[in-house]
C-alpha cells in the first residue's frame, strides 16, 4: 500500500515544522503523522537558543549531535556535545534549555508526541 509511504529528504523536509519531520502535527492521513513519537533534523546557525525553558516535561526525549558543538541545560546540569554521534536523554519530568555554541546539525526523538510544548512566535498569544 504505497499511499502510506512517504520519501524525502531531513534537510529540505526539516525547513516547515520548525525542523519536525514526524509527530502529532502533521495531517492525519499523512505517513509522517504520529502521536507515539516526533523527530526533528534541525541545522541550528551558531548561537541560536530556545527562547525559554520547557517545564513540566512529559515527554522522554533523545537529542543527538550530527555535527558542531550544542548544549544542553538541564537543572543543575550542563551537557555539551562536541563530538558527531554524542547524546543526551532525559525523562518526564526534566525541565531543559538548549544553545548551539556553532553551528549544529541535531537529530532529536521526543515520545509520546503531544501538543503544548512549542514557544509562540512573535505575535502568537
Do not use: C
Amino acid at each position: 500500500m504505497t499511499e502510506n509511504v512517504y520519501v524525502g529528504n531531513a534537510h529540505l523536509d526539516s525547513v516547515t515544522d520548525r525542523g519536525w519531520l514526524l509527530g502529532h502535527f502533521k495531517p492525519a492521513d499523512d505517513a509522517r503523522h504520529s502521536d507515539d513519537v516526533e523527530i526533528k533534523w534541525f541545522v541550528h546557525p551558531a548561537g541560536d537558543r530556545r527562547a525559554q525553558w520547557v517545564t513540566g516535561e512529559k515527554r522522554t526525549a533523545l537529542l543527538i549531535l550530527i555535527s558542531g558543538r550544542f548544549r544542553v541545560e538541564l537543572p543543575g546540569r550542563s551537557v555539551l556535545l562536541t563530538e558527531q554521534g554524542d547524546y543526551v536523554v532525559w525523562g518526564h519530568g526534566v525541565d531543559h534549555s538548549w544553545h548551539a555554541e556553532e553551528q549544529s546539525v541535531v537529530l532529536t526523538v521526543r515520545w509520546p508526541s503531544i501538543p503544548g510544548y512549542a514557544v509562540p512566535t512573535p505575535g502568537q498569544e
